[in-house]
């Protein structure tokens, strides 16, 4: 809702009292999640531009080039409020949302990676929470007929009130076929296709920027319900409409709905528009002007075209058995009107509709970085690693979705990042996700080490880092310490676009993910979600399993001399010792990786080498023996430096060795592969015992 | 018509006497005759069966503009009908809005007091027995008629229902309760049956709640027709009344067939016996598909949906269905 | 050449992933919509995917469809991969019916099925064990008796039909099944996502060829 402040300008700004429709307009478009006006004034700290960028910051995705004329889209968004509310459709509309921003910019999707956060799964409410949200995930892009590529997967006590649902998609486009989301030309048509529009989501927006309460329950009304069949057919219906060149401009409808779709691309056109509400298909009866122009229904989207396609792209919208309507016109003037059976529901200036808000006062209050030095815990680690639902295999969800639809899947999700082929031939790897529990040990460096490690899973396909989206999920930033920590994750995030020339082309921003229940305040961890996509421009991807022949495992990069925010520190304590972000080890390392043809390769994650290992050898089914000359618990169970395992066969590692210590990559022999089906550290384990160690946690989590 | 048969093909009842006259179609003479309390009083009122008949038309009219399909098919003259030959169920079904009568004496209900909502009873159609009260599993136990056709029979008397009380609200009138009757075709199609009119409901002036109907009669409150017809003028003075089209919502639940594995059941049961809910045998997973017919007008719709019933919304390999109407 | 016709219902999404497995045949394969006419197509591919969303039961919308009764009368050699065979058995042209998974969840993962003697186009293939990946959430074969014209089931890597390599509880370890006159095969695994080196297996290739073989006449 809007605040005194706002209530205050939006009077002396019209003259005059704003109509209910006006209020419903600006209360959406001037929230957090459509505004950000607590967060966009930190944007110009990222890497915005590249010579592959095609479309940045500030529509449904950004568009990445990816050579011989083709594109790929990528976006990602948040869905938490509603995930936290009902968390089957909340997590579905939360993918399909994603998938149409992405198709709207003319992008054929081609991949949904999420990241989720809950509570441990020790209660039946976390057990519910988990199962909905990944079946809601499950059954939505699996019949929209989207590959799951991965994402990540994380538990702490501090998302038990407030899970996070976050999705990414990837798209792939003609670069001469894109489209974007803007209203250029006065006297095009608005024509509205889709769903019929139903009360659903009503002050959707304004929900997902105010803290939950005890009474979430009852918000139920604010929920969207998706419908995946329709998602389809609009997908379908938008790429035909895109092959035949109908549009001048396309947006879905999300956040605030026709209000906001309409209004941010007249902005962008400096046009204006006029909408005759009564045209809008309505599912529901009764339904009043401002709520027909704030709903947030799923399945639409809002087309922006000469008068001269209509027809031809009714033709197409029909063929879908998709609804339809013509709404109003693109004017000059740069007004938003709109009317409803003879009532002007609203007439206000654009401009102030989408930046007329005034920027609201953030402090940043200090923060304490705690080291936590305990005394180191002795237990078998390994089994304890393997065994920790951080660490636990997390193939029981990743096989609920499809990850082989459209027939592309070269490498599907439970490794390090997931590959697809390009229509070029080439290959695209990504990777989405963060550590939070490392970022809230410290923002700002545990922002950057959490986003190097998702460009580390890029790279370890062989793939160059090409741009990131990003999704920054905090607490409540009126709150001094809580916004200190966002600004913090932001920088982090933006110090690895810069150092590492990752450019960022689309963000979005969870903010007020706190709230004070039973009389205790619980606030996230902070959580600055990266999805980064990298080409593999020449030969094959970088095999993310073992191959069963005679070679060795070679460290390449170093070990971390800290242990603060890993799972070892986290699990078994010991010093912490100060974080630190190595930029050019992570960049030689990178450019040694890029196009290499190793027969296989990681990078060292959460948990260190022995439980990167181990996880390496269950997932191959290759048995692997451990003999490091390091014995340090920062050398076997450290993580958070420039560090990859590559797969050497023995007739070549001799020279290999060589050849890295000629270019100054730190490289030594960790492993060997063995015939046997048993992993060897210290003492031995089988496989198949690990394994069910591994995947047990996440099985037990969704057994309700 | 339960009423005693006189000739082969002709059956006299109480008011009204029917001739068969082929497969599809009778003749129904209203007569002057009226009776009550199972005819233990009886009379004839001279010009009763025509203005009986100009109302029962009527109102049959005004029901299949609903969408309620009747047994009417042409008024022959101003004391016959063609309809269609049915066989009528045996039982009368009675729908009420305010308690009277046989309710009020059985249940010592005030006579007027208003019901929370409009209530269907069946009676059994057995002169000896004196037309008792019969509950609906009993009607189904009988084998009188089966369930989903006894459901169905509720629906339309409360569709029946909804349109009277808007229809004779705007006469100013109240429709405390009245009898229907209903018949089956040889398809085993329903159909409204038998007459609607004053001597089978109670009407009362909606100000100073006077009777309107037959109770005239019955209590010898003054002169029967001249009740009956400021009913009739009553709705003339309505002038043109287009009812509005009368919904059905059928409730169709599917069932997994017992044979047949459930896991969607094996699960629920786990997660039962998992949240601490003992003594459970067995849990099984089936949906309900509830459905709004726009335009139940032509009684084959039904078929129709026992076809898609069949065909599309189950797999009766692994499931089965049963029909509800509301 | 021979024109292979990928139909698609509303909601079918398989069907340009098969389209581009079948092209790599170097035979003539084409989208063809539900309510378009299947004439001119020597081979029918009911793609997989989720035809009407699978409201009601998987398949069943589109089983009742009327190109069902064209393709059953057209005497087309037929596969349904995944919602294809749902759809089959929908159509009452394959026996049986495919419930749920046993896990009430979605499974995707690669599986092994291993060819059965049979009376249909893929009885040449016999005795092979393919390595194939499934998708789906209603694979759990069902049917009153064990039926007689089994293709495929469920395997280990070396061709054991044994409880442990069935992935959704299906009767028998049953992956796929023909029609009475062997004309027709519906499976649950996707032979078209195991056609390229990319992909990571290509044993789909040889369901395609006995089925393309058949095609040719």
């Known amino acids: 809702m809007a605040t005194a402040e706002e209530e205050q300008v939006i009077l002396k700004e019209l003259g005059r009292k704003p109509t209910p429709g006006e209020m419903a307009m600006i209360d959406a478009l001037w929230s957090e999640h459509c505004s950000y006006k607590s967060s966009k004034r930190w944007f110009n700290l990222f890497l915005t531009e590249s010579e592959r960028v095609k479309l940045g910051i500030g529509e449904g995705a950004g568009l990445l080039d990816v050579g011989d004329g083709y594109v790929v889209g990528i976006g990602l968004e948040s869905h938490n409020h509603p995930s936290a509310v009902d968390p089957f459709n909340g997590a579905a509309t939360g993918v399909g949302g994603i998938i149409r921003d992405i198709v709207s910019q003319g992008c054929r999707p081609v991949a949904v990676l999420d990241c989720l956060r809950f509570g441990f799964p020790d209660s039946p409410r976390q057990k519910l929470l988990l199962d909905q949200v990944v079946l809601g995930i499950s059954s939505y892009g699996n019949c929209v007929g989207v590959p799951n590529l991965g994402g990540d997967l994380e538990f702490a006590e501090e998302f038990a009130s407030n899970p996070l649902v976050n999705a990414m998609c990837v798209g792939v486009a003609k670069q001469d076929k894109i489209i974007r989301s803007v209203a250029n030309e006065p006297g095009d048509l608005l024509l509205l296709f889709g769903s019929s529009t139903g009360r659903d989501g009503i002050g959707g927006v304004t929900f997902a920027s105010e803290e939950l309460d005890d009474t979430q329950q009852e918000s139920r009304g604010s929920v969207q319900i998706g419908d995946p069949l329709t998602e389809k057919l609009l997908i379908d219906a938008v790429l035909e409409l895109r092959d035949s060149d109908l549009l001048h401009g396309l947006q879905d409808l999300g956040g605030g709905g026709l209000a906001c779709a309409a209004a941010e691309m007249a902005e962008k056109g400096g046009t204006g528009v006029r909408l005759e509400l009564i045209k809008v298909p309505l599912r529901e009866e009764g339904m009043q002007g401002w709520e027909i122009l704030v709903s947030e229904s799923q399945e639409r989207m809002l087309a922006v075209l000469p008068e001269d396609n209509l027809q031809e792209a009714l033709r197409i919208i029909e063929s879908k058995e998709l609804a339809w309507a013509v709404v109003g016109r693109v004017t000059e003037g740069r007004k938003f009107q709109a009317e409803y059976r003879g009532e002007v529901v609203a007439d206000i200036p654009i401009d102030f509709t989408i930046n007329g808000f005034p920027e609201p006062v953030r402090e940043q209050g200090e923060l304490r970085i705690e080291t936590d030095d305990r005394p180191v815990v002795e237990t078998d680690y390994l089994v304890a690693m393997l065994s920790d639902i951080n660490i636990a295999s997390k193939r029981p969800v990743f096989q609920q979705y499809d990850q082989h639809v459209q027939g592309n899947t070269v490498i599907p999700p439970g490794g390090d990042a997931g590959v697809i082929v390009l229509p070029n031939g080439k290959y695209l790897a990504m990777a989405a996700g963060t550590n939070s529990y490392l970022v809230s040990r410290n923002p700002l460096l545990g922002s950057a080490l959490a986003t190097l490690q998702i460009v580390r899973s890029v790279v370890c396909r062989g793939a160059l880092p090409i741009g990131m989206v990003d999704s920054l999920n905090a607490g409540n930033p009126e709150k001094k310490d809580s916004y200190r920590q966002f600004v913090d994750a932001i920088r982090g995030v933006a110090e690895v676009s810069h150092k590492l020339e990752v450019p960022v082309v689309g963000g979005n921003v969870s903010l007020y993910n706190e709230a004070d229940l039973d009389g205790e305040r619980r606030r996230i961890l902070p959580s600055p979600f990266v999805g980064i996509v990298g080409v593999v421009e020449e030969g094959e991807p970088i095999p993310d399993i073992l191959h069963p022949d005679e070679s060795a495992i070679v460290q390449i990069g170093v070990a971390p001399d800290f242990m603060a925010g890993s799972q070892f520190h986290r699990m078994f304590g010991g010093t912490g010792g100060e974080m630190r972000v190595q930029f050019e080890l992570e960049q030689k390392l990178l450019k040694e990786l890029i196009g290499s043809n190793y027969l296989a390769a990681t990078d060292v994650g959460r948990g260190g080498l022995v439980t990167t290992l181990a996880k390496w050898a269950i997932r191959s089914d290759v048995g692997l023996r451990v003999k490091t000359e390091d014995t340090s618990i920062e050398f076997l169970w450290g993580e958070n430096s420039p560090r990859y395992l590559i797969q050497v066969p023995i007739n070549i590692l001799e020279t290999t060795l060589e050849r890295l210590k000629e270019t100054n990559i730190p490289a030594e022999v960790v492993a060997e592969v063995t015939e046997d089906r048993i992993f060897t550290f210290g003492k031995e384990y089988l496989l198949n015992q690990l394994r069910e160690i591994w995947e047990n946690p996440v099985n037990r989590a969704l057994e309700i | 018509m339960n009423d005693s048969p006189s000739t082969k093909n002709t059956y006299e009842g109480k008011a009204k006497t029917v001739e068969v006259l082929s497969d599809e179609k009778v003749r129904i003479i209203f007569t002057d005759r009226i009776s009550a309390g199972d005819g233990a009083k009886l009379d004839t009122i001279p010009g009763k069966g025509k203005m009986n008949l100009t109302l029962s038309n009527r109102l049959m009219e005004v029901l299949e503009e609903a969408g309620i399909p009747t047994h009417l098919l042409e008024r022959e003259s101003e004391t016959t009908i063609i309809a269609r030959n049915l066989r009528i169920l045996p039982v009368e079904v009675v729908v009420r809005n305010i308690a009277a009568g046989s309710f009020s004496r059985r249940y010592g209900v005030k006579e007027g007091e208003e019901l929370a909502q409009p209530f269907v009873e069946f009676f059994v159609k057995d002169d000896k027995l004196h037309d008792p009260l019969i509950d609906r599993d009993v009607v189904v136990q009988m084998g009188l008629v089966p369930r989903d056709k006894l459901e169905l029979v509720q629906a339309r008397a409360l569709q029946v229902n909804r349109v009277f009380t808007d229809y004779f609200s705007r006469g100013g009138m109240v429709l405390v309760d009245f009898k229907l009757e209903f018949g089956e075709d040889k398809e085993g199609h329903i159909w409204l049956a038998d007459e609607i009119s004053a001597d089978s409901m109670r009407v009362w002036d909606a100000q100073t709640m006077e009777k309107l109907d037959k109770d005239r009669f019955r209590k010898d409150l003054g002169d029967v027709l001249a009740g009956y017809k400021v009913i009739m003028d009553r709705l003339d003075g309505i002038g043109g009344y287009s009812p509005e089209k009368q919904r059905m919502e059928v409730v169709v639940t599917i069932e997994p067939k017992h044979s047949v594995t459930n896991p969607g059941g094996e699960v629920t049961k786990r997660t039962l016996l998992n949240s601490g809910m003992g003594g459970i045998k067995d849990v099984r997973l089936g949906k309900t598909v509830n459905i709004t017919v726009e335009d139940s007008s032509d009684p084959k719709w039904l078929d129709k949906l026992n076809q898609i019933c069949k065909e599309i919304l189950t797999n009766p390999m692994v499931e089965t269905y049963t029909l509800g109407f509301r | ?217």
């Open chain 3, 1 to 217: 050449m021979s024109t292979i016709g990928v139909i698609r219902f509303p909601g079918t999404n398989n069907e340009w992933e098969t389209v581009r497995a079948l092209q790599s045949f170097g035979v003539e394969a084409k989208v063809v919509e539900h309510n378009q006419q299947i004439d001119d197509l020597d081979g029918i591919w009911l793609a997989g995917g989720f035809s009407y969303g699978d409201v009601l039961r998987a398949g069943a919308i589109a089983g009742a469809s009327r190109i069902m009764k064209d393709i059953s009368r057209s005497g087309r050699p037929v596969l349904g991969a995944c919602n294809g065979f749902q759809i089959l058995t929908e159509a009452d042209l394959i026996e049986g019916a495919l419930l749920p998974n046993t896990t009430t969840r979605f499974v995707c993962k690669w599986i092994y099925m291993t060819i059965t003697e049979n009376d249909s186009y893929l009885n040449e293939l016999q005795g092979s064990t393919l390595r194939i990946p499934i998708a789906h959430f209603e694979g759990n074969f069902w049917s009153e008796s064990t039926p007689e014209n089994i293709v495929a089931k469920y395997s280990t890597r070396d061709g054991d039909a044994a409880p442990r390599a069935n992935p959704n509880g299906s009767m028998d370890n049953i992956a796929g099944l023909s029609s009475n006159d062997g004309r027709m095969v519906g499976m649950m695994p996707h032979p078209e996502r195991s056609c390229f080196k990319h992909q990571g297996s290509t044993d789909g290739r040889k369901i395609i060829q006995a089925f393309l073989k058949e095609v040719h006449g």
